[in-house]
T-cell receptor, first 113, second 116 residues
Framework: GAVVSQHPSRVICKSGTSVKIECRSLDFQATTMFWYRQFPKQSLMLMATSNEGSKATYEQGVEKDKFLINHASLTLSTLTVTSAHPEDSSFYICSARAQAGQYFGPGTRLTVT | AQSVTQPDIHITVSEGASLELRCNYSYGATPYLFWYVQSPGQGLQLLLK??????LVQGIKGFEAEFKRSQSSFNLRKPSVHWSDAAEYFCAVGDSTQGGSEKLVFGKGTKLTVNP
């Protein structure tokens, strides 16, 4: 149980375009999901907390207009990187909160060319 | 504010040897503590967690960790390392006032290399 999926696993996009990443809790409902960003050989940095049916809460320094988060259902949260630039290239990981803790998705590798 | 320190960036051990990965935390109250493992290009898998009770916690894959309040530590151990344990290991602290499953603060990770 407690499986979290992400789609796509890898994406390459051109600078200036937008990319949407999906995070799904497959066998449980998650009112809260989290989005993290991980640079090469670095730790995970929390970007935002996604709450079902309400606005996401962004961490300091994260541009909410650039990283749009939508949590429209109890099993799906999406992160859209708008007007992507090469510096947005990173590994994006989501997690979903369950009673026993957080369960992480496999991550999405975004490369912006 | 919470913080986590993993002093060792990279550790190399021989297969079959014992392992200890260090983790120190800073938190005002009793913390919720976690160890996660990440294989290259993958997400995080929970190895074990400490919320309360017995300070020696058993996890998956033969790992254990001991919470030592006096040392603000939560070191991860394994008596005999297997080649498949080679990965990146992250220690994390959660906010106990929020049930431990709210925001997690991660350490910078320790990369484990296992020599045959």
């Amino acid at each position: 149980g407690a499986v979290v999926s992400q789609h796509p696993s890898r994406v390459i996009c051109k600078s200036g375009t937008s990319v949407k990443i999906e995070c799904r809790s497959l066998d449980f409902q998650a009112t809260t999901m989290f989005w993290y960003r991980q640079f090469p050989k670095q730790s995970l940095m929390l970007m935002a907390t996604s709450n079902e049916g309400s606005k996401a809460t962004y961490e300091q320094g994260v541009e909410k207009d650039k990283f749009l988060i939508n949590h429209a259902s109890l099993t799906l949260s999406t992160l859209t990187v708008t007007s992507a630039h090469p510096e947005d290239s990173s590994f994006y990981i989501c997690s979903a909160r369950a009673q026993a803790g957080q369960y992480f998705g496999p991550g999405t590798r975004l490369t912006v060319t | 504010a919470q913080s986590v320190t993993q002093p060792d960036i990279h550790i190399t051990v021989s297969e079959g040897a014992s392992l200890e990965l260090r983790c120190n935390y800073s938190y005002g109250a009793t913390p919720y503590l976690f160890w996660y493992v990440q294989s290259p290009g993958q997400g995080l898998q929970l190895l074990l967690k400490y919320f309360s009770g017995d300070t020696l916690v058993q996890g998956i894959k033969g790992f254990e960790a001991e919470f030592k309040r006096s040392q603000s530590s939560f070191n991860l151990r394994k008596p005999s390392v297997h080649w498949s344990d080679a990965a990146e290991y992250f220690c994390a602290v959660g906010d106990s006032t929020q049930g431990g499953s709210e925001k997690l603060v991660f350490g910078k990770g320790t990369k484990l290399t296992v020599n045959p």
